[in-house]
């Protein structure tokens, strides 16, 4: 494929994301506290999270290991940190929630397996075949976009995993209701760990300065800030002491 190709690929994708976003608001992604027998074939909640996650990982393993240039500059930085999120995410996630009799859709698996092949497609192609070895040689590290990109994504992650742990550890062996989570971030925002992904991977955006980057950066709050406003609203609905101080995904601000 031309980097031409890829490109306009790229911008195609953006203008997607666009319009799921806007529709993400009206219809809520049956999966979670918000599951829904209604989108037909029900598969398992942990076995969906590993099927539908594990693309991503196995397509920037592929092209880190199978690329064409991604050991000529520090370019395997980048894949490293993707790969270490869709690690925790494919595999150790779904290992750690609790079971519960909850399923997922057959279709949001198939949907998030497409959403990673085009993701992790555009962004390890781009890394592995076009990333210029100039862009990523050692002056990278010294620049304005790798210091602050690589501090939002640690500390993004850092958040993304500390929430989910807590989240995690509401329910003791064998409960499946919800509580109201308290303590950290949650004393400000309803999903830390949705706000986390989206300082991680505007992180990211910032360090690897590409379209594709840009692009996941993008895709990751257009699914994730309609999402957070869901369960926002799932909290207000479900306990009348909801702290009522609390924005949905940004501290202070939404
Ligand atoms: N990059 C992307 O586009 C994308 C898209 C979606 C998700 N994600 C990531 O995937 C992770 C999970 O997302 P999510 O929206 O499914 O998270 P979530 O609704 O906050 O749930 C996280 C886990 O904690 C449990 N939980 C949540 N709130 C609880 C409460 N009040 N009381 C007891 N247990 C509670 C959930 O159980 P239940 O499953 O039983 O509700 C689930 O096991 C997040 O880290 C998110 O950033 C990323």
């Keep these: 494929m031309s980097l031409q ?5 790229a911008y195609i994708w953006l203008a997607i994301a666009i319009v799921v976003h806007i529709t993400m608001f009206y219809i809520t992604a049956p999966f979670g506290r918000h599951t829904s027998g209604k989108w037909g074939l029900m598969v398992n909640n ?15 393993l592929y092209f880190l290991f199978w690329g064409e240039s991604s050991f000529q500059s520090n370019v395997w930085i980048l894949f490293v940190l993707w790969i270490t999120h869709y690690v925790n995410r494919s595999l150790i996630y779904p290992a750690r929630i609790k079971s519960t009799p909850k399923k997922m859709p057959l279709f949001i698996v198939l949907s998030a397996i497409f959403f990673n092949l085009v993701n992790a497609g555009l962004n390890g192609y781009y890394l592995s075949v076009f ?15 790798f210091i602050i990109g690589i501090t939002l994504f640690i500390a993004g992650m850092a958040i993304n995993w500390k929430s989910d742990n807590m989240l995690i550890h509401l329910r003791k062996q064998g409960e499946t209701g919800y509580k109201i989570p308290q303590g950290f971030l949650f004393d400000f925002i309803s999903s830390p760990n ?4 989206i300082v991680e991977w505007t992180g990211f955006a910032i360090m690897a300065w590409n379209l594709p980057a840009f692009t996941f950066m993008v895709w990751t709050f257009a699914n994730l800030v309609p999402r957070a406003k869901n369960h926002h609203d799932w909290y207000l609905n479900q306990f009348s002491n909801y702290p009522k101080n609390r924005k ?7």
């Design 5 to 9: 190709m890829l490109l306009f690929i």
């Design 46 to 60: 942990k076995v969906g999270w590993v099927v539908m996650e594990c693309p991503s990982l196995l397509l920037m």
């Design 131 to 145: 990333a210029s070895v100039k862009d990523y040689d050692a002056s990278w590290f010294h620049t304005p976009h």
């Design 194 to 197: 949705l706000f986390g992904e």
């Design 248 to 254: 949905i995904v940004f501290p202070f601000i939404f």
